[in-house]
């Protein structure tokens, strides 16, 4: 399980780097959403960590969606946490915990939920693909719509980092359920 949080710990440093310089505010809901996974599988919170947590990740999705001014960082930090959310949750199916589905001899949580896990991803690199410009594409809009501005070089390297730290800390997440 160290190992698993060690990932999960350096992808979300990685998508804190991609916020670097300008958008320290936007570091919160990584750095957040670190502690709401360790909490969530800590012995330690049993009973009350992973509804702590998840509940601690709906605040944060609430406050990405209506706080957070840039629309490509909205969206793609609420699909983020909504993802981190899911796999919480999907490690407590079954009246278990997390933190019993990962340390318990047997899973008795989070036993099956993997291909659940593997559909997590699937989704979130889907909606990640749709929401790359900022928001959702409306496909009805005709050509004359105003398309968003391509972001230089570094804007591009940047929003790598946010990606690939999302991408490592979920599978990371999804790595303790098998």
Do not use: K
């Not at 780097?17 to 996974?37: C, K, N, S, T």
């Not at 105003?146 to 990371?172: H, I, Q, Y």
Request: charged share 10%; hydrophobic share 55%; proline share 7%.
């Amino acid at each position: 399980m160290t190992a698993h949080l060690v990932v999960c710990g350096a992808g979300a440093g990685l998508a804190m780097i991609g916020h670097f310089p300008h958008r320290p505010p936007l570091w919160v809901p990584h750095a957040l959403g670190l502690v709401a996974m360790v909490v969530a599988w800590l012995p330690a919170a049993r009973p009350l960590g992973e509804p702590l947590a998840l509940l601690a990740l709906a605040a944060l999705v609430a406050w990405q969606l209506c706080r957070v001014r840039t629309p490509a960082a909205r969206w793609s930090g609420a699909v983020d946490t909504a993802a981190m959310a899911a796999l919480i949750a999907l490690a407590g199916v079954g009246g278990g915990t997390a933190a019993g589905g990962v340390h318990g001899a047997h899973h008795t949580g989070g036993e099956g939920t993997l291909p659940y896990a593997v559909a997590v991803l699937v989704v979130w690199l889907a909606v990640r693909h749709v929401t790359r410009e900022g928001g959702p594409h409306d496909h009805r809009a005709g050509r004359d719509a105003v398309v968003p501005e391509r972001p230089d070089r570094a804007g591009r390297a940047l929003g790598a980092l946010r990606f690939t730290g999302g991408l490592v800390m979920l599978s990371g997440m999804t790595a303790m359920l098998t």
